[in-house]
């Protein structure tokens, strides 16, 4: 079966600006969550969705949004660029986003904001 | 504030050898814990879980520790081998955020032949 899809892969944003990303779960899965890794610091949680609700968010400004639709798909949405949002955004789509439940990853988008 | 802690930022071990990757926690409400291998240009997979009531999972080549009182777990790898050459991302979950995972900077792990 295809597996998470993110898109784009890859874009270059200017200071100011806002960024929509993308993000297609496996078939069935329901439970979507967004990650952004920066060089040394790992994996960060922004947020996790589960059928069009957010469930659980990390410690990110409110410039950081997300949303789930019907279909599962995801979405995330970052207002008023800065240069250190610059990073990969990696989601992760599972069945029921329960801890024991193993999450599967996009290949991630990589934003750099110039 | 990092509650999941890798250390080490790399690793190299020869072929054939084991590979021991090390992590550390803090936070004391976890009670379930991963390790991811990442490629470059690819997304996390999943390798290992284990959860609190355990100390000790193994699955082929992979056995994962975990040490609750010193709040630390680590990856064995035995044998090492050259497709083993990745990051590895310890993660962290716990009862009050059962949909949340934290986790470590990662370990560049290189085998050399």
């Known amino acids: 079966k295809a597996g998470v899809t993110q898109t784009p892969r890859y874009l270059i944003k200017t200071r100011g600006q806002q960024v929509t990303l993308s993000c297609s779960p496996i078939?069935?899965?329901?439970?979507v969550s967004w990650y952004q890794q920066t060089p040394g610091q790992g994996l960060q949680f922004l947020f996790e969705y589960f059928s069009e609700t957010q469930r659980n968010k990390g410690n990110f400004p409110g410039r950081f949004s997300g949303r789930q639709f019907s279909n599962s798909r995801s979405e995330m949405n970052v207002s008023t660029l800065e240069l250190g949002d610059s990073a990969l955004y990696l989601c992760?789509?599972?069945?029921?986003?329960?801890?024991?439940?193993?999450?599967?990853f996009g290949q991630g988008t990589r934003l750099t904001v110039v | 504030d990092q509650q999941v802690k890798q250390n080490s930022p790399s690793l190299s071990v020869q072929e054939g050898r084991i590979s021991i990757l090390n992590c550390d926690y803090t936070?004391?409400?976890?009670?379930?814990f991963l390790w991811y291998k990442k490629y470059p240009a690819e997304g996390p997979t999943f390798l290992i879980s284990i959860s609190s009531i355990k100390d000790k999972n193994e699955d082929g080549r992979f056995t994962v520790f975990l040490n609750k009182s010193a709040k630390h777990l680590s990856l064995h790898i035995v044998p090492s081998q050259p497709g083993d050459s990745a990051v590895y991302f310890c993660?962290?979950?716990?009862?009050?955020?059962?949909?949340?995972?934290?986790f470590g900077a990662g370990t560049t792990v290189t085998v050399r032949a």
């Open positions: 993660a962290a979950s716990g009862r009050a955020n059962d949909y949340k995972l934290s």
């Open positions: 992760a789509s599972s069945y029921d986003g329960m801890k024991n439940t193993e999450a599967f």
């Open positions: 936070n004391s409400m976890f009670d379930y």
């Open positions: 078939s069935g899965h329901r439970s």
